[in-house]
């Protein structure tokens, strides 16, 4: 675990840092629809549910904006591709209201600007509740013209930025922001700047990355393995997870987090030699009550890379992550982030106020 003082140090240092994001920038759309006020259809006489509230949120990209902005960080530099439409329009509003520098997003109107439509609808318990969701994607290559203007944009906001977070959202090969030609122009500048923090969560993709830091949950270590028949399999024992985590951090040459639910995650090669690494267990939180787990891995890895560049230890890193993902996963029926306050107050709940190490100097 991390101390309270150190948990405190370390986020005094966030409002300093400037943090680069490259990869698909969806808008999130929520739509409250409210049950009591029934209506039908006089065309279909099926029931045309009422919206009463539109809620927009970043999503995907966004998600991990949204928690690095709670946290305190003092710059995010999304670098991505939206096009030329109401849900840009949307989703550039709510971009506004955080601490965002908008220069590298690239417009293109032959794209569309992905978007998750989310009907949510109480039920008879008056929980929330979410219904088929309504996708709107690309689904082929952005051009040559619009991949020149992005793979510029990633140059400037590399130099500029303290570290860079790569999030490889779209799972079909090329229909996103991070092709093969954007993961193949940001290995060859971390060659050039070992020393810049780049972080990297891939869905798909994740052991085609010899670069940066890696983050892949269990499922998506077994599968960058070839394990896909396992990677179905959450609830792998203790010993199937710390060797999967060896192997991919051994194929791919990286060190790597791999997040494991409820059970926390493990960091693997960070400063190690020899042939067997070691992996680090770092514990989760504990979490009473419902839960919704949406986000909660753009969450850790906000805490983790805020935590990385304000001078953590892995190992403190993957426990500010995980603090932070205890927060959000108790906020249901939304993508939930965490604020410094918050943190430092999860922390007391765990470690007990009456505890000598919990006297917090946040206000």
Same mark, same amino acid.
């Given at each position: 675990?991390?101390?309270?003082?150190?948990?405190?140090?370390?986020?005094?240092?966030? !409002?300093?840092?400037?943090?680069?994001?490259?990869?698909?920038?969806?808008?999130?759309?929520?739509?409250?629809?409210?049950?009591?006020?029934?209506?039908?259809?006089?065309?279909?006489?099926?029931?045309?549910?009422?919206?009463?509230?539109?809620?927009?949120?970043?999503?995907?990209?966004?998600?991990?904006?949204?928690?690095?902005?709670?946290?305190?960080?003092?710059?995010?530099? !999304?670098?991505?591709?939206?096009?030329?439409?109401?849900?840009?329009?949307?989703?550039?509003?709510?971009?506004?209201?955080? !601490?965002?520098?908008?220069?590298?997003?690239?417009?293109?109107?032959?794209?569309?600007?992905?978007?998750?439509?989310?009907?949510?609808?109480?039920?008879?318990?008056?929980?929330?509740?979410?219904?088929?969701?309504?996708?709107?994607?690309?689904?082929?290559?952005?051009?040559?013209?619009?991949?020149?203007?992005?793979?510029?944009?990633?140059?400037?906001?590399?130099?500029?930025?303290?570290?860079?977070?790569?999030?490889?959202?779209?799972?079909?090969?090329?229909?996103?922001?991070?092709?093969?030609?954007?993961?193949?122009?940001?290995?060859?500048?971390?060659?050039?700047?070992?020393?810049?923090?780049?972080?990297?969560?891939?869905?798909?993709?994740?052991?085609?990355?010899?670069?940066?830091?890696?983050?892949?949950?269990?499922?998506?270590?077994?599968?960058?393995?070839?394990?896909?028949?396992?990677?179905?399999?959450?609830?792998?024992?203790?010993?199937?997870?710390?060797?999967?985590?060896?192997?991919?951090?051994?194929?791919?040459?990286?060190?790597?987090?791999?997040?494991?639910?409820?059970?926390?995650?493990?960091?693997?090669?960070?400063?190690?030699?020899?042939?067997?690494?070691?992996?680090?267990?770092?514990?989760?939180?504990?979490?009473?009550?419902?839960?919704?787990?949406?986000?909660?891995?753009?969450?850790?890895?906000?805490?983790?890379?805020?935590?990385?560049?304000?001078?953590?230890?892995?190992?403190?890193?993957?426990?500010?992550?995980?603090?932070?993902?205890?927060?959000?996963?108790?906020?249901?029926?939304?993508?939930?982030?965490?604020?410094?306050?918050?943190?430092?107050?999860?922390?007391?709940?765990?470690?007990?106020?009456?505890? !000598?190490?919990?006297?917090?100097?946040?206000?």
């Amino acid at each position: 675990m991390i101390s309270l003082e150190r948990l405190e140090t370390l986020l005094a240092v966030f !409002p300093r840092l400037e943090i680069a994001l490259v990869g698909d920038l969806f808008l999130d759309r929520y739509l409250d629809i409210d049950p009591e006020l029934e209506e039908r259809s006089i065309e279909t006489g099926l029931e045309a549910y009422q919206v009463t509230r539109v809620r927009n949120s970043p999503g995907a990209l966004g998600t991990v904006i949204n928690n690095l902005a709670a946290l305190g960080v003092g710059r995010l530099t !999304p670098v991505t591709v939206l096009g030329d439409d109401g849900q840009a329009f949307d989703l550039e509003k709510v971009l506004a209201a955080l !601490p965002v520098d908008a220069r590298h997003v690239v417009r293109d109107p032959a794209r569309l600007t992905p978007t998750y439509t989310k009907p949510m609808r109480r039920d008879a318990s008056g929980a929330w509740r979410e219904l088929n969701r309504l996708d709107l994607r690309n689904r082929a290559k952005m051009s040559g013209t619009t991949l020149e203007k992005l793979l510029a944009c990633v140059d400037r906001a590399f130099a500029d930025s303290d570290g860079l977070i790569v999030v490889d959202q779209v799972n079909e090969d090329d229909w996103g922001v991070v092709t093969g030609e954007v993961r193949e122009h940001l290995a060859a500048l971390c060659r050039a700047a070992p020393e810049k923090l780049v972080f990297v969560d891939s869905r798909a993709r994740v052991a085609q990355f010899d670069f940066g830091v890696l983050k892949p949950n269990l499922a998506e270590c077994l599968a960058g393995l070839g394990r896909a028949d396992d990677a179905d399999s959450v609830q792998a024992d203790e010993a199937t997870a710390h060797e999967a985590a060896r192997r991919l951090s051994q194929t791919t040459g990286r060190p790597l987090f791999c997040t494991l639910g409820r059970r926390g995650m493990l960091a693997v090669g960070f400063g190690q030699a020899g042939a067997r690494l070691e992996a680090i267990d770092i514990p989760a939180y504990p979490v009473e009550g419902p839960i919704d787990i949406v986000g909660a891995g753009d969450s850790a890895t906000a805490g983790i890379v805020a935590s990385l560049l304000a001078g953590a230890s892995p190992a403190e890193a993957g426990a500010v992550g995980n603090l932070v993902a205890s927060i959000t996963i108790r906020q249901l029926g939304t993508t939930g982030t965490a604020s410094p306050a918050q943190l430092v107050a999860r922390w007391q709940e765990c470690h007990g106020a009456a505890s !000598p190490d919990s006297h917090s100097t946040m206000q």
